[in-house]
């Protein structure tokens, strides 16, 4: 338990107090209200800042996109986005005369956020980089506000408020636009864009909270997603660097299965 001037904070370690207050259904165990307040340029009224039956609503729509078959249905977009970072330090590797030191942070974040951008926007993918883009840019801006968690301070027009404001009519201008495109196509797309659109169609709200719904959870699947993956996939290039023996385990595999003919059953089997 510690203090930020006023807020008192629990912080909690133990894995299963964490499992029973994420598996709680009281509308009272909730999230702070210090975030919605601090963080609402980035986060607004998503899945991740929301409380009660506004968290219910989003989580209902949002829960059976992300289970464990709908993600492995994704393996394929995946592979794109893999084969583009590959290509990448293949050339820089090739232009160094076979030998390169290549920092891989920015490259893996990138990958990231393409690998949900296509998962998001589908066949739009290009245009939810550039929406990836726009909330890395606001995310960087929201960390350098000054006096942070003091009361009125993020009403104050000043240099690094009205940044932040700019940065959050951007992302949400660019995301309306995106699904506005979507709307006026007539291709069925399954990805979760499509899953946000007919939850907030379904939901009977008004216009300015359809938008609102849209856009908040547009912005809260890209930060949840982008950093656990990116540091995910740097821990697992790291085991692998150190532990020569998984890298041959892992290659038999997966090129076992790349040559198998029920491929798709033992890549089930791998995932």
Known sequence: MFSLFNTQILHVNEPEIVREI?????????????????????????????????????????????????????????????????????????????IADIKIDEDVRSFSGDVISRACFGSNYIKGEEIFLRLRALQEAMSKKIFLGIPGMRYIPNKHNKNAWALEKDVRNFILKVVSDRKESSANEKDLLQMVLEGAKNSKLSKEATDNFIVDNCKNIYLAGYETTAVSAVWCLMLLAANPDWQDRVRDEVFATRYSKSARKELQMLT
């Open 22 to 98: 994420a598996t709680c259904t009281s509308l009272d165990l909730g999230k702070p209200s210090y975030q919605q307040r601090e963080r609402g340029p980035l986060l607004g009224h998503g899945i991740l800042t929301s409380d009660g039956a506004v968290w219910t609503h989003n989580r209902k729509i949002l829960a059976p996109v992300l289970y464990m078959d709908k993600v492995k249905g994704m393996v394929g977009l995946i592979m794109k986005s893999i084969e583009t970072l590959l290509n990448s330090w293949k050339s820089m590797i090739e232009k160094k005369g076979g």
